[in-house]
T-cell receptor
Framework: KAGVTQTPRYLIKTRGQQVTLSCSPI?????VSWYQQTPGQGLQFLFE???????NKGNFPGRFSGRQFSNSRSEMNVSTLELGDSALYLC?????????????FGPGTRLTVL | AQKVTQAQTEISVVEKEDVTLDCVYE???????LFWYKQPPSGELVFLIR??????QNEISGRYSWNFQKSTSSFNFTITASQVVDSAVYFC??????????????FGQGTTLQVKP
């Protein structure tokens, strides 16, 4: 079974631009979560989607948004990029109804904002 | 508020030594889940274990073992006879069950383990 895939793996953007990251969960998984990892703040929860609905959202500004499609693939978007958005963005998929089941992580997208 | 503390930022051991990674958590919920993940240099988080708040049995899986103690709100992870391949960042995480049943994980800051040959 293929794991969680994330595209692109690396991205370089400049301040003010916007970016879209993509995540394909493990086949059959309907829950997708996103996390931001930075050296200063560590791993922080962004949001979770289940059956195309956002089920929970972390404490991030409205510039961060996401969505999930009917095939469970998910995208996250960051608008008006700031230098502080440089991070590794990790996507995770969860079997069953999601929730507290173990999350399987993808390799991440490393975003650099110049 | 939920919080996970991994007080050890970095640990360095020599191969074959035993090493314990500490994890202390805070939660007001009575039903919660604790996790350990490993992040090798490749960056991908690898799931190691999940434990719910009602199961205080210790767990052993090969060279890995976990000690869960609700009385001290700790969920410590021990690697026996460490190997160079164990070198990675290890994260402890907490998920509250609550009524929303969402998958929000609260992570500790991580412990970087370096195993030297």
């Amino acid at each position: 079974k293929a794991g969680v895939t994330q595209t692109p793996r690396y991205l370089i953007k400049t301040r003010g631009q916007q970016v879209t990251l993509s995540c394909s969960p493990i086949s059959g998984h309907r829950s997708v979560s996103w996390y931001q990892q930075t050296p200063g703040q560590g791993l922080q929860f962004l949001f979770e989607y289940f059956s195309e609905t956002q089920r929970n959202k972390g404490n991030f500004p409205g510039r961060f948004s996401g969505r999930q499609f009917s095939n469970s693939r998910s995208e996250m978007n960051v608008s008006t990029l700031e230098l502080g958005d440089s991070a590794l963005y990790l996507c995770a998929s969860t079997p069953g109804s999601g929730g507290v089941n173990e999350q399987f992580f993808g390799p991440g997208t490393r975003l650099t904002v110049l | 508020a939920q919080k996970v503390t991994q007080a050890q930022t970095e640990i360095s051991v020599v191969e074959k030594e035993d090493v314990t990674l500490d994890c202390v958590y805070e939660t007001r919920d009575t039903t919660y889940y604790l996790f350990w993940y490993k992040q090798p240099p490749s960056g991908e988080l690898v799931f190691l274990i999940r434990r719910n708040s009602f199961d205080e049995q210790n767990e052993i899986s090969g060279r890995y073992s976990w000690n869960f103690q609700k009385s001290t709100s700790s969920f410590n992870f021990t690697i026996t006879a460490s190997q160079v391949v164990d070198s990675a960042v290890y994260f402890c995480a907490l998920s509250e069950h609550g009524s929303s049943n969402t998958g929000k994980l609260i992570f500790g800051q991580g412990t970087t383990l370096q195993v030297k040959p």
